[in-house]
């Protein structure tokens, strides 16, 4: 139950412009160097005083329990913060879950941050990203968002600043693909090196055609109804389309609205969302 207390904060969703695949690490973790771009679809965070935790959910179907990364997040900030007072969590959902948008790890992020400063944490970011690193390889990201190149397991991030501006469609196909099951399907073979920054746009423009992801290799054959969507996108006039993480979401970058609102009437069948990158 929310109240007039609450504060209210956007928990914002990403998409993985290109993505390689770089190798895996003894612990199993494989690592990966990513374009992260933070884009304006967000969920809603309500935090309220109470005199006892508690999370709550606007779709019934996403666990509240110790399973839920918003309270993974919360209990994690306990043994380092001046635990001054406790807060009611209720999470309103526009993110589409399973979708390769990060939702689950912005909205821990934005926790975390939250917790720091009104439990009087004063963690430094160094801290807060080992933490949100134990949360889940997305979650360093979100503790700045813009735009950020990711490698290692996602906790060695690079702010870049893109020299173009976009608007970016998304299809949402109601599938649900794991993260876990897409690494272990990938052939590590198939590795590639680190980025370099000057090999995916300079200081006038971005070489889209140079982008990719790497998980597309393993989920469009599984998932050929995915495939599809990104061969359907490609018939507008894009700079890019592809699977944003391990999907299921596809995405496309159009120069301007227009085109994009366009391309998206191609797609009545599935839930669609027009979204800006946040710089």
């Not at 400063?117 to 160094?126: F, G, H, K, R, V």
Request: net charge negative.
């Amino acid at each position: 139950m929310l109240n007039d207390k609450s504060i209210v904060i956007k928990s914002n969703a990403k998409v993985n412009l290109t993505l390689r695949i770089t190798g895996v690490l003894p612990n199993g973790y494989h690592t990966i160097s990513s374009l992260f771009q933070e884009i304006d679809l967000h969920d809603e965070l309500h935090f309220s005083p109470t005199d006892q935790f508690q999370l709550t959910c606007s779709d019934p179907k996403l666990p509240t329990d110790s399973t839920n990364l918003c309270f993974k997040a919360y209990e994690a900030m306990r043994p380092v913060a001046k635990v001054s007072s406790e807060w009611h969590i209720h999470l309103i959902k526009n993110i589409p879950t399973g979708a390769g948008l990060g939702g689950g790890s912005s909205n821990a992020a934005t926790v975390l941050k939250f917790l720091n400063q009104n439990w009087e944490a004063n963690l430094p970011d160094s801290t807060l990203v080992q933490i949100a690193v134990g949360l889940g390889s997305d979650v360093p990201f979100y503790l700045r968002g813009k735009a950020q190149i990711a490698n290692g397991v996602g906790e060695i991030l690079t702010p870049v600043k893109l020299p173009e501006s976009f608007v970016i469609l998304l299809v949402c196909p109601p599938i649900s693909i794991s993260t876990a099951w897409a690494y272990r399907e990938f052939d590590l073979v198939n590795c590639k090196k680190e980025y370099k920054f000057d090999s995916l746009f300079d200081e006038k423009r971005v070489f889209w055609t140079l982008f990719e992801n790497q998980f597309e290799s393993v989920v469009f054959p599984s998932y050929p109804e995915i495939g599809a969507i990104r061969e359907e996108m490609k018939r507008e006039p894009v700079l890019y389309a592809g699977l944003s993480g391990s999907g299921s979401t596809v995405f496309g970058i159009f120069r301007n609205e227009t085109e994009a609102a366009t391309a998206q009437k191609r797609f009545q069948n599935y839930p669609t969302f027009l979204t800006l990158p946040k710089f």
